[in-house]
């Protein structure tokens, strides 16, 4: 069923359900037994690459997960939410056969993300450098981030998380956490035009501050627009519209509650603070991002696809410039949890399922009789 949310008045919603006919696509199983598959990335040669958070790196290669996992990868805290996170090929990979990764390091109560770059030959990973560590050290193994994307300009930006228990360190300038940062994926520095270079009371890494738990980045070359969605608490799953410098106000200004029930924040706007381009009130959990222009599927061209993690579907967002017109509920028949969502050098949306059998599903259309 398609479930469309038609945006009426600011935040308020009109639903009416439309019947999906089946024959508008088809799920095929390209790999299975993948242990909490997290990221997906497609390589030039047609090789896929699956990260699983127990710490392993995949490739699908000819249609076929390859055995043996790529070696060379360094070691990952696996606990809770920590793991091998986001896979990332350097953007001119056929030049520069460079793979970008994130990861949680550390141990129980001291841990973090780290973003890590090594040189992929043949299964196994070389020349491997740590690019970036946020600082500081969190006391729970939640709330990573761990996207990324690259600009235009060629810079990479880095979602990261709260960790949880440090939520009040999202306002602050002079800590990673709950931050986009911006880095140059040579050095791991701050390239010299990010927005608080120079402050004696900031990192210069920090792009943008006031997140939760970053888990959806895509820059969008033809629009020149940066999309990202984070974590709420009960509610207050946000999508916004990444500037430099601005601050997108956790927790002083959300639409969630505690876990407990308990307030947050009396405010869901604040001045000086950049109101979410949509959220989710209960809570869908956004877990990977699409934004789609390829050809199979012209119907969907140029629409954003967040996975649900709690609903166990994907959500494809009809975009006016910068609002969300509507919202359609696609293929809640895979019932499993749904980490991350892709689109394809064929044209096709690729799925990866979050479970200890995790599969990569792919999304086409079907054969005709």
């Given amino acids: 069923m398609t479930l469309r949310l038609i945006m009426a008045l600011p935040l308020a919603l009109i639903l009416f359900a439309a019947p999906l006919k089946a024959a508008d696509y088809r799920i095929d199983t390209i790999a299975s037994g993948l242990e909490h598959p997290w990221s997906l990335a497609f390589l030039p040669?047609?090789?896929?690459?699956?990260?699983e958070r127990a710490g392993r790196l995949r490739v699908i290669e000819d249609g076929e997960l390859v055995e043996a996992p790529v070696?060379?990868?360094?070691?990952?805290?696996?606990?809770?939410?920590?793991g091998l996170l986001e896979v990332l090929p350097h953007p001119e990979f056929e030049q520069h056969p460079y793979l970008f990764l994130t990861q949680a390091v550390g141990e129980a109560r001291a841990n973090t993300t780290r973003l890590i770059r090594g040189r992929l030959d043949g299964n196994t990973l070389t020349e491997v450098n740590i690019l970036f560590e946020a600082t500081p050290d969190?006391?729970?193994?939640?709330?990573?981030?761990?996207?990324?994307?690259?600009?235009?300009?060629?810079?990479?930006?880095?979602?990261?998380?709260?960790g949880f228990d440090h939520r009040e360190d999202a306002q602050r300038l002079d800590s990673h956490t709950g931050t986009i940062v911006r880095l140059d994926p040579e050095s791991g520095r701050a390239p010299a035009d990010n927005p608080f270079v120079g402050r004696d009371d900031a990192l210069p890494e920090i792009y943008s501050y006031g997140h939760r738990n970053v888990q959806g980045l895509v820059w969008d070359a033809q629009t020149g627009i940066l999309w990202s969605h984070e974590h709420g608490p009960r509610g207050g799953d946000e999508l916004n519209i990444i500037q430099p410098g601005a601050n997108y106000g956790w927790p002083a200004a959300t639409h969630g509650v505690d876990y407990s029930g308990a307030i947050i924040t009396p405010h869901t706007s604040l001045p000086g603070m950049e109101d979410p381009i949509?959220?989710?009130?209960p809570a869908i959990a956004p877990a990977g991002m699409a934004l789609y222009r390829g050809d199979l599927f012209p119907e969907w061209q140029g629409s954003l696809f967040i996975t649900s993690l709690v609903q166990r579907h994907v959500r494809r967002l009809t975009l006016d410039g910068t609002r969300v017109v509507d919202e359609e509920i696609l293929f809640d028949e895979v019932d499993e949890r749904i980490r991350d969502v892709r689109t394809g050098p064929d044209g096709a949306l690729y799925l990866l399922t979050d479970k200890a059998d995790g599969r990569v599903l792919r999304v086409d259309m079907p054969t005709v009789p």
């Fill in 278 to 281: 949509h959220h989710w009130t």
């Fill in 138 to 162: 969190r006391t729970r193994p939640v709330h990573y981030g761990g996207r990324m994307t690259f600009l235009d300009d060629g810079t990479l930006v880095l979602g990261l998380g709260d």
């Fill in 71 to 82: 070696e060379g990868v360094p070691d990952s805290f696996v606990r809770s939410q920590g």
């Fill in 45 to 51: 040669d047609g090789r896929m690459l699956v990260t």
